[in-house]
Structure formats: structure tokens, C-alpha cells
């Protein structure tokens, strides 16, 4: 019978990897199916083939070994990108081995949330703008985040709401956040 710690890796109900610098060294099978590859095509290859795009992967790990220099852990909701190309929400979150390098080693767990939060075709600064919209930042640290434009990003906004059907700031940060709207539940 295989360890409980092995057992418990490789069954858990969650995509799970232990990476070195962003490299998979390992992964448990519900991670190979959510992005649709065998393990094989997964571990020893780098994390940013799941990622829309190289910009995102170098983008969201900036921010990332920030948050984990501090805490030595990171969490987040994203879009990643399955081998067939096709874009979907993942809520992401990790833990660092080795606090003072903070990618050095560290252990993830991936969850598919496309079913709740459903991905709308956007492009990839949409979706950078969305993302800091969801996180409560205002339009001017938008801009400073991304060294655009606080018009451009109202124009980035106006956009999202016609995508998402808002009709003002809020409802459109509950979409982005894939709050429910309202109703009770």
C-alpha cells in the first residue's frame, strides 16, 4: 500500500504540484486533467505554458514573489490556459519551503472555478485590468500599476461592462469577482 502522504497527494480533489523556480517537479493526477495533459508532458516543464500568456507568466510572478518574500504564501484567481487552448478561471494558491527565495521550492494547489466564474473573451490588457478591478484598485493605480493612462483604463472599463452586461462600477466588479448579483442565496 502506497504511504498516506503519497495517497493523499495524488487523490486530493485539488490540482496539486511541488515546483522548484517555477519549474514542475511534481503534480497529482486531477492537475494533469484539469489543464488536459499527461503528467509526463507536465513535470519538468516550466509553469508558463498554462498561462495565456509569457507577459502574464512574468507579470503574475512579480507580484507573486513579492507576496511571498512577506508572508511566504500567495493566493489568487486567474485565467490559465488548458492544452487545447482554451482559457478558464483557476484559484490559485501557494506556499513557499524556502521563505528568503521564495520560488526556490514551493508546493501549489489549483482549483477550476470556470463553472462559477465563466471566461469572457478579453484581451490580454482587459484581463490585466479586470484583475486589478476586482482587487479594489481605483482607475489612477490601474494606471501607475500598468503605466498606462487613467483614460485608457476607463476605456479598458467601459469595455468590460459591455462584455459583462454592468451596468455600473459595482455590478461589474461582482462579475469580475464572480459574486452572485442580486437575488438571496
Not at 515546483?19 to 486531477?30: F, M, P, S
Not at 513535470?43 to 507579470?59: A, I, M, N, T, V
Not at 500567495?74 to 487552448?85: L, S, T, V
Amino acid at each position: 500500500m502506497e504511504p498516506l502522504s503519497t495517497l493523499a497527494f495524488e487523490r486530493a480533489p485539488v490540482g496539486l504540484i511541488y515546483a522548484e523556480d517555477r519549474v514542475i517537479k511534481l503534480c497529482n493526477t486531477r492537475f494533469s486533467e484539469m489543464f488536459g495533459y499527461r503528467k509526463a508532458e507536465l513535470e519538468g516543464h516550466s509553469l508558463s505554458k498554462l498561462y495565456p500568456s509569457s507577459d502574464e507568466f512574468q507579470r503574475i510572478g512579480q507580484i507573486g514573489v513579492e507576496k511571498m518574500r512577506g508572508l511566504g504564501r500567495y493566493a489568487d484567481e486567474r485565467i490559465m490556459r488548458r492544452k487545447d487552448e482554451s482559457l478558464f478561471w483557476c484559484r490559485v494558491r501557494g506556499q513557499s519551503l524556502a521563505p528568503q527565495d521564495p520560488f526556490a521550492q514551493s508546493v501549489w494547489s489549483f482549483a477550476d472555478i470556470s463553472e462559477k466564474r465563466p471566461v469572457t473573451e478579453m484581451t490580454r490588457r482587459e484581463r490585466q485590468v479586470a484583475k486589478m478591478l476586482a482587487e479594489g484598485l481605483t482607475s489612477k493605480e490601474i494606471a501607475r500599476g500598468l503605466e498606462i493612462s487613467p483614460r485608457t483604463v476607463e476605456v479598458h472599463r467601459a469595455r468590460l461592462m459591455d462584455k459583462f452586461g454592468a451596468r455600473n462600477g459595482l455590478e461589474l466588479v461582482a462579475h469580475l469577482a464572480g459574486l452572485p448579483l442580486g437575488g438571496t442565496s
